[in-house]
């Protein structure tokens, strides 16, 4: 039985009862030529090979209750707990094709979920294992309650399959022969009154075999527990299960899929600690001809199935007692580690450690737990339980500052360690370190003030040995198989000003602390072999006036001398208390209204709104004094002096959307985006409305890595994300920054060069953003700057995009799915935005003739970026040789369509305004038909240039 983050076999149930260990099918059956029947089945099992498991669906069962949707929906069908689900979650594990199956209890009724509808005059007997109440299945009121209080919401709510667990409980009170046929045929009623009243509806059964040549044409699937590797409900405990019981259920699964044609599923549980364990059991049990799925005993864990979702996220903690208004983006978990984690490919889950800690099961989940403390935390005690419960689990965990709790008792032993301190005044020096220190350098004065750890047994890997002024030696950066730790100060290095240099190997340490695994690794930088660029235009100063004859509005400027000129996607926005009647210039309204018009009319031009007021210090005001209405005073420096404007998000989002849209914005066009205002830290709710409004979303961070300042530590992440919300940070900083704030030097925008070329190498960090304002046109310094920056990315091999599509890139880069499958290949789930795989070497090449949804590759000194087609499930088979078939190299645009039949391939291409170029590889002895290219090129590659930003088909023809 399984149900609500449990799970009960009929095994367990006979041994809780006193009985001993066997499926009640086969227990309780009273017919000895039974068991002649299932010898002779599982005899010819044996002389059979497997069945071909190709076609059969990768399935899933979940019943915990923070639910992992973009893990789930991987699988062809997942079983979850519908009750764990909001409408917006199920919708996201059905998006990508995934089938949800809803639990339904048939036999018992659950006491958490409330009595009022259950009829009590349909319960028989008291299921004391898991406070539940066994119905007759005969009794008219159950099948009642069954469809209309059980199924008929489901069906309501968009749910079309279902999951029927605890069948066999009527045998707690049916103890004879009568009474069990009896309970049998309301069994088939009750399934076929199902299947009569919701049309189409898909049902998957746990066991059930008495039935089954009564029901097959009304079922899709057939699922056991424990035919291997069971838990144990009574003892809580993990166990092999006897070889007569898997002989037992290995015949009537076969039976289940040869004689009625459908999956048969087997459900076994390893602990989670052993995952390698998990792995071998659901590759037996496929070996079997049978769908796997091992997970742990309380289905609340991303378990192994005939794929294996690789965790792409990262549990990040901090302490918000520690941060600027407890706000994460303020953490130096967030400010230094999420950028390395996103170049290996995972995204952040930010957890206050001071709140409640996730209890579902977390290996399989997250592929570790990183902190970054710098100090004790607060509630230290129950924290150190759960950081023990999850190493106990198998959780990689990398510690960086202070590991925020004693390194003592029962966490010392665990980590293999023994704490040691410096208690003298003088400086401990360096004795020895690998290459995971000196990254950006080492400190050429030792460090006052410092602990560290001794090794206890061979597992623990010192990086870094001081010795004291007393000569006691200590370790402050180790890994073992728990994970690792990295005590400041070795983290950081602090230099003139807030200048500051990685001393340690972020990348490496975070990757061999975590036991990171070679995966191929979604990457939102590139597309077709070209790196993205996007070009960004923040509102402020429209109204300024520029230091050129007439004196013009900036925005004039702009219009003229730039946008006119370079026609490339870009996103413009406004701000509306610049421009409307009733912001700060009235008087200029009808000047400065007609010039925007002109801006958002250009074809290249996307719209986004900088919000009303211009918010300054978005916490601030989230912070502030607040009235009845729930709105902040506007004033106090924290955004525009707009009379009587009292702050509200609504209007800085949705009203100033709204004002373009019906004052600004020619007709057909609409803003795309909001582009965040200030320090860009919007709270959770600004960007929810955002999402609310349909309203891609982009600012924030401050990348602005330079040659004379060119730490890692310059480099932001690239989002900051709330759940199900994700703001989407700037690729690089404005020219703000770059000028100090337009006072000098005011051409000082020609050095995000620097940082253009920077984030590209050694690590293609980041893509290209020209992020300015219009007071850039307010100086022929600045306006130059701003045109050499813009003839520099020109020269360069790039996707240009517009910003909008890299918003929805980037937060589809943190949700899409990477899964290895049993026969060794893996899957790419939807990936439907960011397209591009890194593939690292030790992984070979991808066989694009052999795989489903792979268009191309390009090798660079930065990676090997493969290209996907935009398709929502993708099937990557790796090659150790460079593809011989048709592919794209490189290209400046989007795929389109990719169709390849035996001897042919049609590509279609798109780019974004300017004009498309392709080039494809692997054509030697084909014959390309591309109607309005140039092309260029010859034997194995050619390079198709077209006047429009489309292809139209093109056909490779190859025999």
């Known amino acids: 039985m399984t149900f609500a983050g449990y799970h009960f076999s009929q095994q367990s149930e006979v041994a809780a009862r006193g009985g001993y260990h066997c499926p009640w099918s086969r227990c309780c059956n009273t017919f000895v030529g039974k068991a002649l029947a299932i010898l002779l089945a599982v005899f010819m099992m044996a002389t059979q090979a497997p069945a071909d498991t190709g076609d059969q669906p990768s399935v899933a069962f979940y019943y915990g209750n923070d639910v992992p949707v973009h893990m789930l929906n991987q699988f062809d069908w997942a079983v979850v707990e519908s009750e764990h689900l909001s409408d917006k979650q199920f919708k996201a594990i059905e998006q990508y094709g995934t089938m949800a199956f809803a639990y339904v209890s048939l036999g018992e009724a659950e006491q958490w979920r409330g009595a009022d509808a259950v009829p009590q005059a349909a319960l028989k007997a008291r299921n004391e294992n898991w406070n539940s109440q066994v119905a007759d299945l005969s009794h008219s009121e159950w099948g009642d309650y069954i469809v209309n209080e059980r199924v008929r919401p489901l069906w309501e709510a968009g749910y079309r399959a279902v999951f029927l667990d605890t069948l066999d409980s009527y045998r707690l009170f049916a103890t004879d022969e009568v009474s069990v046929q009896q309970q049998q045929k309301a069994l088939v009623t009750l399934i076929r009154r199902i299947r009569s009243e919701f049309p189409g509806v898909k049902l998957l059964l746990n066991r059930g075999f008495e039935i089954l040549d009564q029901v097959q044409d009304e079922i899709v699937g057939v699922a056991a527990e424990s035919l291997y590797k069971s838990w144990d409900a009574r003892t809580q405990s993990y166990r092999n299960v006897r070889p007569e019981d898997t002989e037992y259920l290995l015949g009537k699964l076969g039976e289940v899929r040869d004689t009625y044609g459908v999956p048969a599923i087997a459900i076994d549980y390893v602990e989670p600690s052993k995952r390698d364990e998990a792995r071998a059991t659901a590759q037996r049990i496929a070996d079997a001809g049978l769908v796997p799925w091992v997970t742990n005993g309380a289905l609340n864990q991303v378990g192994v199935g005939t794929i294996e979702p690789m965790p792409r996220k990262v549990l990040i903690l901090y302490d918000d007692t520690s941060t600027e208004y407890g706000e994460f983006g303020y953490a130096s978990a967030h400010l230094y580690a999420a950028t390395p984690l996103e170049y290996l490919g995972y995204g952040a889950v930010y957890q206050d450690v001071n709140r409640a800690l996730p209890n579902d099961t977390l290996v399989g989940r997250y592929a570790g737990i990183v902190t970054w403390f710098n100090a004790r935390v607060g509630n230290g005690t129950n924290y150190r339980s759960w950081l023990l419960e999850q190493m106990d689990d198998g959780m990689k965990v990398a510690m960086l500052g202070d590991p925020g709790v004693p390194i003592s008792g029962d966490l010392a032993e665990r980590m293999g360690v023994q704490v040691v301190a410096s208690d003298v005044e003088s400086s401990p020096k360096v004795v020895s370190s690998d290459a995971l220190l000196g990254f950006e350098g080492m400190p050429s004065h030792s460090r006052p003030e410092q602990s560290g750890y001794k090794a206890m047994n061979d597992d623990v890997v010192s990086h870094l040995v001081v010795s004291s002024g007393d000569n006691i030696e200590f370790a402050p950066v180790i890994t073992a198989d728990w994970g690792g730790v990295a005590l400041s100060p070795w983290l950081l290095q602090d230099g003139i000003g807030d200048e500051s240099r990685w001393i340690l190997d972020p990348f490496a340490f975070l990757s061999r602390a975590l036991s990171l695994p070679t995966i191929p690794i979604p990457d939102a930088t590139t597309e077709n072999g070209s790196r993205y660029w996007m070009t960004e235009v923040d509102g402020d100063a429209f109204m300024n006036r520029a230091a050129f004859p007439g004196s013009p509005f900036t925005g004039e400027v702009m219009l003229k001398q730039i946008f006119r000129e370079y026609r ?392």
């Open 568 to 959: 490339v996607p870009t996103t413009v926005s406004i701000i509306e208390g610049e421009l409307a009647p009733d912001g700060l210039y009235p008087e200029l309204t009808t000047t400065l209204e007609p010039i925007a018009r002109e801006i958002f009319k250009l074809p290249w031009v996307e719209i986004a709104t900088h919000t009303f007021s211009h918010p300054f210090a978005w916490l601030n005001l989230r912070e502030g004094e607040l009235t009845a209405e729930g709105k902040t005073a506007a004033g106090e420096g924290y955004n525009l002096p707009i009379k009587d404007y009292r702050f509200s998000l609504e209007k800085e989002i949705e009203g100033s959307t709204r004002y373009i849209n019906e004052k600004l914005a020619p007709p057909g066009k609409k803003v795309k985006m909001v582009l965040w205002s200030g320090d860009a830290l919007p709270p959770k709710e600004a960007v929810a409305l955002a999402d609310q409004y349909g309203l891609d979303n982009l600012n924030g961070g401050n990348t602005h890595v330079t040659t004379d300042n060119p730490s890692l530590t310059n480099v932001s992440p690239s989002l900051r994300p709330f759940g199900d919300h994700v703001q989407v940070l700037s690729p690089q900083t404005n020219e703000n920054i770059y000028t100090n704030f337009m006072t000098r030097p005011l051409w000082g925008f020609r050095r995000v060069i620097e940082t253009y070329k920077l984030t590209d190498t050694p690590r293609r960090l980041k893509p290209i953003d020209i992020y300015f304002h219009f007071y850039s046109a307010g100086q022929p310094a600045s306006l130059n700057a701003l045109k050499d920056v813009f003839d520099y990315v020109k020269s360069e091999q790039t996707l240009p995009i517009y910003t909008s599509t890299y918003s929805r890139i980037a937060r589809n880069w943190y949700n899409a799915g990477v899964a290895r499958r049993l026969d060794g290949d893996w899957q790419i789930t939807g990936a439907t935005n960011m397209r591009t795989l890194r593939l690292p070497a030790s992984l070979g090449w991808p066989d694009i003739a052999s795989s489903t949804g792979v268009v191309g590759v390009r090798d660079l000194s930065q990676g090997r970026y493969v290209a996907l087609s935009g398709d929502a499930r993708v099937n990557l088979k790796l090659d150790g040789a460079v593809p011989s078939v048709p592919h794209v190299r490189r290209s400046n645009g989007r795929v389109t369509q990719w169709q390849v039949d035996e001897g042919s391939t049609v590509l279609e291409m798109a780019s974004e305004y300017v004009p498309l170029e392709i080039e494809l590889a692997g054509i030697r002895g084909c014959r390309v038909s591309a109607d309005g290219a140039a092309r260029s090129g010859g034997g194995d590659a050619v390079t198709l240039r077209y006047k429009a930003s489309t292809s139209g088909p093109v056909r490779i023809d190859c025999g």
